[in-house]
């Protein structure tokens, strides 16, 4: 049994944050669950699809975040619970269904997940999603502490069935992936079939129904608003005339800054956790007894902005301090000690936090990048597309997934990026803007996320570029996830379809088409440089398993190989691939045997045939 | 409850969120308050893991530069990167068997020489205690244990208020079942190896 789903009440367990989530969607009755995973948000989704096969939940991986939430959306207007799980950024790809179900509704409880991420540990951004709370009109719930999550998710249940809307939930990195003791509650059996009763005129929303909608979603507003009011969730501690406004994770390193300065006497806080629509009567009452007031936010100045605007409203000319050069910025997340310094600043507190090391006499450490693993396919189609286009003046768009990391060098397999499916569609306009030769890099699950709409656009403008779909069989990058074109049996999964990604290409009708094995290196390079030939839009699919899913599937067969005393010392091995296997060992190349996977791409490289099995 | 702040660093597959993770059901069974937070995501592809863990009564699960108790490096270089997190009165666990990262490999970087990372981890902390963990690991017939060698070591120093009997138990428990006693097995040998070097 998964073990988020004992049925111990009271039984206090360690838990990660998005298992603490996944653990209160079940408490609350999830019914429907669907999800893109990405980083910090992929445990909750991990748990829930694993627990959906081993009990009445619904859980799909959805082909992006839309989807995801749009199927979400309908069982919740049939009445069922559901969610819809995903990184900041994926709520961007969502956010046409999300301001339009704001009108419609829902009947059961949904709740929508964004996983922010402050700082970009994982992202490529670190957009603050709690503006699209004020941008659709849904309420937004932040929790605090793991343990808080866990609960704050029933909470957002209830929340959407009483105001009969979809509910936000943001959560940032530091709460996903922070770990904490949480205390179990119940699972109560789950409603697994609702009912669609129709009703055009508030579903269908042309323009006379959602005139109608926008009217009752203010109505909705106002109501969340006198609930965020009285919310459990927005809190005050204290009685000091030193006001802290806070949220989220901000909330622990604020109160932990409290006590190391001993200033409890000096400061009264208000942790805002239901932060949209913001408690306006609590926010001014709590400033009254204020004489000046610090709000610390990771993000931008989102609460900063409306205790301001409340405390103009107050006639209050007290000083409201969050965002400036002095106290907090809108970059990266916070930490215990950049509090406790904007603190005790602001409070005017002297405080020696332990001293940190100097670090002048310590030599330069070697960086540890992050890089392709050993046997990487991608590394082999860099490669590959790399000695195809040698000589020529290349543009090279990626896509977000494994083979971003292509930029680093030796390969330098990347010019730009923005967002999911952004190759494809990038690759449209630098080959119109420019007369160089374009060559984009997409992973399989990317493609069916948001790579196929940009290729249906290339032929049917007759854009002029190479596209690789690089299709090693998972969605690598955030933990090996099914992707439509992932073969489930593998898995021991049965009732799913799978996509060929080649048929999807010829069927938007690319003319030139090319299927590689990157580990077949001479002939793949042949096949590329005329798929560059082609004038148009060429598709190269290159298949090949992802190693790492191999290891785990126990798929992975190829011999171990050494570097022989052939070695002349070229080191095309380590210069032109790069494979962390290499290393050198008194100025002669090696290969660390527990790393080689055996993908021979570096024993078909090397100019003196030096690299040969090992005799296992 | 005073608040103890621990800092595992390690390179992606050595194994320190199941050691974070074991002290974390240690600290559960012994009922202290524990908080840890550790950054996924790239490590699987040959980056840098660290967790943090707080225990007592701090409510923040992160640690800021200067403030850890502990620091316990899974690779000597990324315990001298990590060196950042501590402070003159830190006692810091090393183990001595480098990984160099791929940047030494292929000649971008010089990987510190051992002796001079150790003095200057000494003239910076409150104590050092290095140890050759993977031959440790290797005599408890797992290589893989060196993370389970460290964990007695740390468990050694008695900065954390969790009994080794109690870090025992839950290995028993969570660690797969093949493992358990080379992982038992590692931990004492981890332990002794820190009494030594405390004489």
């Not at chain 1, 709520?91 to 509704?105: I, P, Q, R, S």
């Not at chain 1, 605007?309 to 409201?320: H, K, L, N, R």
């Not at chain 2, 038992?184 to 820190?194: C, M, V």
Request: charged fraction near 20%.
């Amino acid at each position: 049994m998964h073990k988020l789903l004992s049925d111990q009440r009271d039984k206090k367990m360690l838990l990660l944050g998005n298992e603490a989530i996944a653990r209160g969607a079940l408490e609350a009755g999830l019914a429907i669950g669907a999800t893109y995973p990405g980083t910090p948000s992929s445990e909750i989704s991990a748990a829930l699809f694993d627990i959906s096969h081993e009990s009445d939940l619904y859980f799909e991986y959805s082909t992006n975040e839309k989807v995801a939430l749009e199927v979400a959306a309908a069982a919740a207007n049939c009445g069922l619970r559901s969610m819809a799980i995903m990184k900041h950024v994926g709520l961007n790809v969502a956010a046409d269904a999300l301001m339009t179900l704001a009108y419609v509704g829902v009947k059961g409880g949904m709740v929508i997940l964004s996983a922010d991420d402050p700082f970009m540990f994982s992202s490529q951004n670190e957009q603050d999603n709690r503006y699209y709370g004020k941008l659709s009109g849904l309420p937004i719930l932040e929790p605090s502490s793991v343990d808080e999550a866990k609960e704050m998710i029933k909470y957002a249940f209830e929340l959407s069935e009483k105001l009969q809307e979809p509910v936000l939930f943001r959560t940032t990195t530091r709460i996903n992936h922070s770990s904490g003791i949480v205390t179990l509650g119940d699972i109560p059996p789950v409603k697994t079939t609702g009912d669609f009763v129709k009703d055009p005129f508030s579903y269908v929303t042309v323009p006379a129904v959602s005139r109608n909608l926008h009217v009752k979603l203010l109505k909705h507003w106002d109501e969340a608003k006198s609930i965020s009011e009285n919310s459990p969730y927005n809190l005050i501690e204290g009685d000091g005339p030193c006001g802290i406004v806070c949220n989220g994770i901000s909330y622990n390193y604020v109160s932990d800054a409290v006590k190391d300065l001993k200033c409890e006497k000096k400061v009264k806080i208000l942790r805002i956790g239901f932060s949209n629509p913001m408690p306006e009567a609590l926010v001014k009452s709590f400033l009254k007894g204020c004489d000046k007031v610090l709000v610390v936010e990771e993000g931008e100045p989102y609460m900063e902005e409306a205790v301001k605007a409340f405390a103009q409203e107050e006639g209050s000319t007290i000083t409201i301090k969050g965002k400036s050069p002095s106290h907090f910025s809108r970059l990266y997340e916070y930490s215990p000690a950049l509090v406790r310094k904007v603190l005790a600043e602001y409070l005017n507190l002297t405080y020696e936090p332990p001293a940190i090391p100097d670090m002048s006499d310590v030599p330069e450490i070697p960086q540890r990048p992050p890089n392709l693993c050993a046997g990487c396919s991608h590394r082999a189609t860099f490669y590959i597309a790399k000695q195809a286009s040698a000589g020529m003046e290349t543009i090279i768009p990626t896509d977000i997934g494994c083979y971003t990391l292509g930029l680093l060098p030796p390969m330098s397999m990347a010019d730009f990026v923005i967002c999911m499916g952004s190759s494809v569609t990038t690759s449209c306009g630098f080959s119109k803007a420019t007369n160089k030769k374009v060559i984009s890099f997409i992973g399989d699950s990317t493609f069916f996320h948001s790579g196929i709409t940009g290729l249906i656009n290339a032929v049917f403008n007759n854009h002029n570029f190479t596209l690789f779909i690089l299709d090693n069989g998972t969605t690598a990058m955030t933990g090996h996830q099914p992707n439509p074109g992932v073969d489930m049996g593998l898995l021991n999964q049965t009732g799913f379809g799978r996509i060929a990604i080649e048929d999807v290409v010829r069927a938007v009708g690319v003319k030139e088409v090319t299927v590689i094995e990157p580990f077949k290196v001479k002939k793949s390079i042949e096949a590329v440089k005329k798929a560059f030939e082609f004038e148009g839009v060429s598709v190269v699919i290159s298949k090949e398993m992802c190693t790492l899913y191999a290891k785990s599937l126990k798929l992975l067969k190829g011999k171990r190989y050494r570097v022989s005393d052939k070695c002349k010392n070229h080191r095309d091995c380590i210069n032109q691939l790069g494979c962390p296997a290499f290393f050198l060992n008194e100025g002669k190349v090696q290969i660390n045997p527990a790393q080689c996977t055996g993908c021979a791409v570096c024993v078909q490289v090397c100019p003196e045939n030096a690299i040969l099995p090992i005799k296992e | 409850m005073n608040t103890t702040r621990v800092i595992l660093v390690a390179v992606g597959g050595q194994g320190n969120l199941l050691a974070s993770s074991v002290l974390g059901e240690a600290a559960l069974l012994s009922q202290i308050p524990v908080r840890m937070s550790e950054i996924h995501g790239m490590a699987q592809r040959g980056g840098v893991v660290e967790s943090a863990m707080v225990f007592g009564d701090a409510k923040s699960p992160v640690i800021s530069d200067g403030e850890a108790d502990v620091l316990v490096g899974f690779e000597p270089s990324e315990t001298l990167r990590a060196l950042r997190k501590c402070n003159d009165g830190s006692v810091v666990i090393t183990n001595l068997e480098p990984l160099p990262p791929f940047t030494v490999a292929i000649g971008k970087g010089v990987y510190p020489d051992l002796n001079e990372l150790q003095s200057l981890i000494r003239a910076k902390t409150a104590k050092l205690i290095a140890i050759d963990a993977v031959k440790l690991a290797r005599e408890a017939g797992n290589e893989l244990s060196v993370n389970m060698v460290l964990l007695g070591a740390l468990i050694q120093t008695g900065k954390l208020p969790v009994q080794a009997e109690t870090v025992k138990e839950v290995i028993r428990i969570k660690t797969k079942q093949a493992f358990v006693e080379s992982n038992i097995k590692a931990f004492d040998l981890g332990f002794l190896a820190a009494q030594r070097e405390n004489k």
